[in-house]
């Protein structure tokens, strides 16, 4: 009925390795570890993973219980905001599956959960030194072999034997639930935009175009892109570049070692970690210099002495 949800940041592959994220949904009835997945950061993107496990694997639970993540709830609104901040990317998708969220006030309530991670950090550490894991991917291809040892070493009998965790019968699938949602306008051309990213809506049979339609774009945790309207997908394709993008693809806009070092010293201000990474990494065009061929100006900046003369 009710399934522990948590993340344990630890050097998993070693003291001399990087820390990451454990995300662990521990059963309470049984203590066996239902879903769990490596991870960079504790994030929604990560948690829709985990869930997409448990539910594939084992079904849905009657609740989840956590902490105050921001993951699971919002609390960083000062009161005097109204109206009020709409609920999370995870806490919508999981009402959506209907399963109810239940928040522990200290870490000693989720108990279950917060020892599971104390006993993977011991014994998967060692796991993973001896397969030789180096990555995140490697990390959890030795964890999917590892969790079925593991429950049933210290996984017990519940009190009452019949499950109670409830399959996933919808026609739509669970990846169309598990993602971040985006309400997006279409443009007159067609089009609906999103992160820089421009999708070309195609036409159909019924409806040639969606044009003023309100629509929801949704990103799948692998970075997909689907458009749907009334809970139906809308067939896309990313849109042609428009005549900027392709003027700054050919030179017009030719990104300098300047930009970078602007860049650099923006921080973290209107820019979103992917955005800074990709400006940081522009290189400045090869210049081509042909002795043959000197411009004017290069000329008049030549020294007096060093100007070629020119016939009288």
Not at 129 to 135: D, I, M, P, V
Not at 182 to 190: G, I, L, M, S, T
Request: net charge neutral; with cysteine; glycine share 6%.
């Amino acid at each position: 009925m009710l399934v522990q949800i948590d993340g344990s940041f630890h050097r998993w592959l070693g003291d001399d390795g990087p820390q990451f994220t454990l995300l662990l949904a521990v059963d309470d009835a049984t203590s066996a570890v239902a879903s769990a997945v490596f991870s960079p950061e504790e994030d929604t993107r990560s948690y829709f993973t985990l869930m997409q496990g448990l539910i594939e694997r084992w079904g849905r639970p009657i609740a989840l219980y956590g902490d105050r993540h921001g993951v699971f709830k919002f609390s960083g609104r000062p009161r005097h905001i109204q109206p009020p901040v709409e609920a999370t990317h995870f806490s919508k998708a999981i009402a959506e599956l209907g399963i109810g969220q239940i928040f522990a006030r200290s870490p000693q309530a989720k108990g279950r959960v917060e020892r599971a991670a104390g006993t993977f950090q011991d014994r998967l550490v060692t796991e993973l030194r001896l397969a030789g894991a180096k990555t995140i991917d490697q990390a959890n291809a030795v964890l999917r072999d590892f969790l079925p040892r593991y429950n049933t070493q210290f996984a017990v009998p519940a009190e009452v034997s019949d499950p109670v965790y409830r399959p996933w019968c919808s026609p739509r699938p669970l990846e169309q639930i598990l993602c971040f949602k985006h309400p997006r306008k279409v443009a007159r051309d067609n089009t609906v935009k999103y992160n820089w990213r421009t999708l070309q809506l195609l036409p159909g049979t019924e409806r040639p175009s969606y044009a003023g339609v309100q629509v929801e774009v949704l990103e799948h945790t692998d970075g997909r892109l689907q458009v749907r309207d009334e809970g139906e997908i809308i067939p896309s394709r990313p849109a042609p570049s428009r005549a900027g993008a392709l003027r700054a693809s050919h030179g017009a806009l030719s990104p300098t070692p300047e930009i970078s070092r602007i860049v650099k010293r923006l921080g973290n201000h209107r820019l979103s970690q992917p955005q800074l990474r990709n400006l940081t990494n522009l290189e400045p065009d090869p210049i081509v210099e042909d002795d043959d061929h000197v411009g004017d100006a290069e000329r008049e900046t030549q020294a007096p002495e060093e100007r070629p003369l020119s016939p009288r």
